[in-house]
């Protein structure tokens, strides 16, 4: 009989330590701007339907690359690619899983509309100084950047209008992330800046047009609005929850993910693979405005 109940007692520990391990949080770290753009509603809806908890911090794109390569986190989120040959990045893998959009921000009363590619490389050159030059009042542009040239906004936009990660940018103010450069220009008249759309329309700024352009769903999908990139799943197939994460990957790219990801006026990676082939043919743009800018 006690070796009856003691066996029973073992299979409910089993049991128990089993649950106790199924209903473990995953965690995530990444980028604020994949955050705001579609993981939190993702992530919302994947504990209703499986009942795992997916806790969500910030950091950055490369917190959430470098997090998940030293298994201090089981899910990252990035809006850059991995650095070539970075020691802290080669464990990680991407998957692409949205397209967002970088776009021009200022203050609701800012009377500018619009502005070209060739006056945002002027205007982080320092070339364009004052909003007058872009058809707005005569006042200096304060122009707020992000720290370092490592986030996902600022190599996006070294990448999307210069082509070259090492450009020096010529600021107003760096902000260590991309929350408080939003703030700064929801706060300032003046104000100028650039973050994700998705972020963006959360916030009580103008985006402006770029190039005659909006940064809406369509334009994004079909690549006329010029600057767009994929947001990115961090994951390393060597963490040991990694059938945990594959599972959420693919809830990512499933019907309701998708769902969710347009919901949040993102496109679906999957939507738009085009966008691959047309974005190389938009950087060879980029580069050839800055040889007649600087000719």
């Known amino acids: 009989m006690k070796h009856i109940i003691s066996t029973a007692a073992l299979a409910c520990a089993v049991l128990g330590a089993g649950l106790a391990q ?30 795992t908890e997916i806790v969500l911090e910030g950091g950055g794109a490369a917190k959430g690359i470098r997090r998940v390569g030293d298994k201090s986190v089981t899910i990252g989120g990035s809006c850059r690619p991995k650095l070539p040959g970075n020691p802290e990045e080669l464990s990680t893998q991407l998957n692409p899983v949205a397209w967002d959009a970088l776009v021009v921000i200022v203050h609701p009363d800012n009377p500018v509309e619009n502005i070209t590619i060739s006056q945002v490389q002027k ?13 707005g009042p005569d006042r200096p542009l304060e122009l707020q950047i992000r720290k370092g040239k490592l986030s996902g906004v600022g190599r996006t936009l070294r990448e999307l209008a210069f082509g070259d990660f090492d450009k020096d940018f010529v600021a107003t103010a760096v902000h260590k992330s991309s929350g408080p450069l939003e703030q700064a220009v929801e706060s ?38 010029h600057f767009y990139r994929p947001l990115y799943i961090a994951h390393n197939p060597a963490n040991p929850r990694y059938d945990e994460v594959k599972k959420f990957i693919d809830f990512a790219h499933s019907r309701e993910g998708r769902d969710i990801i347009r919901a949040q006026g993102a496109v679906p990676y999957l939507d738009a693979l085009h966008l691959i082939r047309k974005q190389r043919e938009q950087w060879q743009r980029s580069l050839e405005l800055m040889r007649v800018g600087q000719n």
């Open 123 to 135: 205007m982080y050159e320092g070339k364009i100084t004052n909003w007058k030059e872009l058809g």
């Open 188 to 225: 300032s008249p003046d104000a100028v800046g650039v973050t994700g759309v998705s972020s963006a329309r959360k916030r009580k700024v103008k985006l402006l047009k770029l190039e005659g352009k909006e940064a809406s769903y369509e334009n994004i999908r079909s690549g006329e609005y």
């Open 22 to 51: 199924a209903a473990e949080p995953l965690t995530w770290a990444g980028c604020g701007i994949t955050k705001k753009s579609f993981m939190a509603e993702m992530a919302t809806a994947y504990q209703a339907k499986y009942g």
